[in-house]
């Protein structure tokens, strides 16, 4: 078996079989970090920039969430990787339930020359498109991390294979168009 071949079968394995990790736990430095930037773009239709803070090489990572607006039924439009941290990852994953309002993404990188592990630093990692369709008015919206069937569960993975449960946190960002003076008036 080659050596990337085993790399990614042990990180998918790992990935997989994480499903009873629960806290944040960094074994190898600092807590690193998984920021969601929730923005409004035009009403019904949000953008979620995913950014992550890490000190060490990152060779795969799991990101799954739920999102809702209400009564709302949302649809995730499109997952890009574009002028991302992950942009030059071998594989990209963004599994979709729209029924249930869930989805994770993340990949591998691979760790050859041509596809070495994400380089420890800051920066986003994806953008979801995220839109409200149906009759119902969209509420406000929300996101947050989840678990998801079969054991799906926020974690980085550091080239040795160790597990990382980053810190989490939502930054949402006001709507397109609208801006608040410092006393919170529009």
Known sequence: MSRTLLITVVAFGLLVAAGAVS??????????????????????KWMISAQIWND????????????TA??????VDSVSYKKTRMENFAQKLNPIDTAKQVMHFGGFAYMSPDKPPMAP???????IYISATGDKQPGTFAVDTATIAPN????????????IVPAFRIISKEAAGEKKTPEGKK
């Not at 209400?70 to 649809?75: R, T």
């Not at 630093?121 to 953008?127: F, L, M, P, S, T």
């Not at 799906?152 to 597990?163: C, F, P, S, Y």
Request: no cysteine; charged share 25%.
């Open 23 to 44: 806290a944040q736990n960094d074994p190898i430095g600092k807590i690193d970090t998984l920021t969601l930037v929730v923005e409004e773009l035009s009403p019904g």
């Open 56 to 67: 060490e090489e990152l060779a795969a990572f799991d990101i799954p969430i739920k999102y």
């Open 70 to 75: 209400g009564m709302a039924k949302l649809v």
């Open 121 to 127: 630093g800051n920066g986003e990692v994806a953008r």
């Open 152 to 163: 799906n569960t926020l974690m980085l993975v550091d080239k040795e294979a160790k597990i």
